[in-house]
């Protein structure tokens, strides 16, 4: 029997991003409030797209690529899907081999 697991990362403010020493932060931010008389709650999130678990698009490495408009929206998505090992490393533990 096969199944799919989410091995998702949860987002952290201390997450490593890319191109960045600081990390993630706070990508959140709470653009109109109706504690602050907006009929809603509207949330704005920002971050670049190399965060956490991601998975990235032919158009990532190779300009021809990017140009004939090769994105993640056009991967397949059972090329994603297959027999995997799941290795379970606890956090703040370095896999050194």
């Not at 706070?26 to 809603?40: D, E």
């Not at 190779?62 to 929206?73: K, M, P, S, T």
């Amino acid at each position: 029997m096969s199944r799919i697991m989410d091995i998702t990362h949860a987002y952290r403010e201390d997450m490593p991003v890319a191109d960045s020493s600081e990390g993630l932060g706070n990508p959140i931010k709470l653009i109109s409030s109706m504690k602050n008389g907006s009929l809603y709650n509207l949330s704005e999130m920002k971050m670049i797209v190399h965060t956490g678990t991601h998975v990235d698009s032919p158009a990532h490495f190779f300009q021809e690529h990017y140009d004939a408009g090769f994105d993640v929206d056009t991967l397949d998505l059972e090329l994603l899907n297959g027999p995997a090992l799941l290795v379970d490393v606890p956090r703040d533990t370095n896999i050194t081999v």
